[in-house]
């Protein structure tokens, strides 16, 4: 799905994770690199010289706190975001549902697709035809909904017992008599999805036709179909048929047709409403709920970057290293934390993984001995440190045999292991000067290549 884009913006990334250094040049070559792919995918041109001012903007002069690679990727995707992921929601709840759009955008597909979202949530969807202009239409919809188990009401009944107006001419139900007996039919059911007829244009009678539906059967949902090779184009229509019935929400079909699916997502962006499902083919199951941050994140070929991102700052937060430690202070307190710091790289290590280029350069250099302290060793270290007074924990050179011995006893290990716990905290102490004071006192990159290189150093 919007192959071209997804290769042109993960062929970006990878050259942001790989930069020497990011410097004005660089984000201008990534700016342009952006605004080629956009342009390619058909998004409106405004919308991508802001999305550029904002990059250059943010990624040179906002306060970092990350490493400034990782800045500038979490600056380009929330920047894709913006322009767009504008995404609702649709609740797992009772509702109607209307399906709006013109002809060949996918309206029918979409409404079998709809019903079996939901029948895989557990709810009991049903679906009503509401298009009487063409026979086709109705045995299109029965055919899907059959094929997945899903009720089906066209009014076929009602036209039983209607006589043709002319001798020999078809009898024809009004629509909204149809509708009406499809909702009464399937009172019990928790979702029930209305496909209206489309036309080839934005028509009068279209546009009466489903006003006249929403406001008699006052569907909680109206969704609008669009299909994605619209591109840029497709905001015609979603302000159109917003201003008709109020759209909750567009269904994008065929993303996975076109070059110009990211044009079509950016021109809802600036409509009222947010896309709420995606078409990805031609089968029922190639339906997507739309959510902005997975969408994003897959586009550029990483992981979860939202949950990446979390986590980075949260294990920075977490090891904030005071003005003490930069002068080469490094207590047992410290200590712990750092450790307890790795154990929290543990999930994240595993997502940089995912990605193309094996994190953001620096997967390679964390090697599994990082997991080696364990939970255990971790819960032992702590049990021994409870036994150390203020004092010790601050400054643990004071810890003599006497001292170890009581801190043994207390805590109920024996001595050897605390003689182990104060021999890494001095091998780590040594390590984590030469860190800090080695770059001119500047804290490294990531404390979990810190932390990794110590490990290897105790580990010889
Ligand atoms: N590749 C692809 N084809 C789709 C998708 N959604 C619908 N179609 C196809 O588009 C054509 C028109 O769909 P239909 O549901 O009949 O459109 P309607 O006229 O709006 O009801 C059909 O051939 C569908 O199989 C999609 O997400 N991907
Ligand atoms: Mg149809």
Redesign the pocket.
Known sequence: MLGKLSSSLKETIRKIAMAKRIDKQTVEELVRDIQRALIQADVKISHIKELSNRIRERSLKEKLKLNPREHVIKVVYEELIRILGKGVDVPLASQKIMMV?L????????CAKLARFFQKKGLKPAVICADIYRPAASD?LRQLCDSIGIPFYDGADLLQSTTPPVKGKAATVPVLDIVKAGVKRFEKHDITIIDTA?RHALEEGMINEIKEIEERIKPEQRFL?LDASLGQQASVQARAFDDAVRITGIII?????TAKGGGALSAVSETDSGVVFI????KVD?FEKFEADRFISRLLGMGDIKSLIEMAEESLEETDIDADFLKGKFTLKDFYKQLEAVKKMGPFKKLMQTMPFGGFGITGEIEDSIYRIGEDKLGKFKVMMDSMTEEELNDPKIIDGSRLRRVARGSGTASADVSELLKYHRLMQKVMKQLTTGRGGTIPMMKGVSIDKLIKKLKR
């Open positions: 759009g002809h060949g955008t996918g309206k029918t597909s979409s299109q489309g179909v079909t065929k993303m996975d047709g078409g990805t083919g031609e190639d």
